[in-house]
T-cell receptor, first 114, second 116 residues
Framework: DAKTTQPPSMDCAEGRAANLPCNHS???????VYWYRQIHSQGPQYIIH???NNETNEMASLIITEDRKSSTLILPHATLRDTAVYYC???????????????FGKGTKLSVIP | DTAVSQTPKYLVTQMGNDKSIKCEQN?????MYWYKQDSKKFLKIMFS???????INETVPNRFSPKSPDKAHLNLHINSLELGDSAVYFC???????????????FGAGSRLTVL
């Protein structure tokens, strides 16, 4: 799996957009970018994933640069409940259960401030 | 309805004891996992089962033995508990379809094990 680099921590004002960057300069053509988050004392929660195109769902938007070497997770209107550790993971999407193991790094601790 | 449920949520026990953590998923997924999150907050995969068959067994001591009676359940039994086993253990499941479903895991709330 390609290595990812994320800032260790970020602050965001409540109600503002939270933009979380992720660098994955060694990503290969068949690797997807996944984002998960872990709210304190809870299990990790899937947010969004993408390959090349920008993606949006009810939780967030994922912007992937044209060269795919970096991406940004956008929470459009951050709330206090979005305070969590956010993990960016790059992984191929292969068949077979053994291919679905995910390696979680240190992530970015996002603090949403009132 | 909880999608992936683990019991117990908290477990405090003495060194040397044997304990089990149970996991059940009602999502109809084919693949289930156990992850361990240590005090430094790193999440590491321990085991993966696909349709009751062991697929992944990372470098985990033999004292840890997963058991999958059916594809909706994956239990974790730990023998001769040691201090270093103290951690939060997360169960997860995955539909097993690629590419859109691949790597989209649903995690349980975790089971915090404290070994004294």
């Amino acid at each position: 799996d390609a290595k990812t680099t994320q800032p260790p921590s970020m602050d965001c004002a409540e109600g503002r957009a939270a933009n979380l960057p992720c660098n994955h300069s060694t990503i290969s053509g068949n690797e997807y970018v996944y984002w998960y988050r872990q709210i304190h004392s809870q299990g990790p929660q899937y947010i969004i994933h993408g390959l090349k195109n920008n993606e949006t769902n009810e939780m967030a938007s994922l912007i992937i640069t044209e060269d795919r070497k970096s991406s940004t997770l956008i929470l459009p209107h951050a709330t206090l409940r979005d305070t969590a550790v956010y993990y960016c993971i790059v992984r191929v999407a292969l068949s077979g259960a053994g291919s679905y193991q995910l390696t979680f790094g240190k992530g970015t601790k996002l603090s949403v401030i009132p | 309805d909880t999608a992936v449920s683990q019991t117990p949520k908290y477990l405090v026990t003495q060194m040397g004891n044997d304990k089990s953590i149970k996991c059940e998923q009602n999502l109809g997924h084919d693949t289930m996992y156990w992850y361990k999150q240590d005090s430094k907050k790193f999440l590491k995969i321990m085991f993966s089962y696909n349709n009751k068959e062991l697929i992944i067994n990372e470098t985990v001591p033999n004292r840890f033995s997963p058991k999958s009676p059916d594809k909706a359940h994956l239990n974790l039994h730990i023998n001769s508990l040691e201090l270093g086993d103290s951690a939060v253990y997360f169960c997860a499941s995955n539909p097993g379809h690629r590419p859109s479903g691949a790597n989209v895991l649903t995690f349980g709330a975790g089971s915090r094990l404290t070994v004294l």
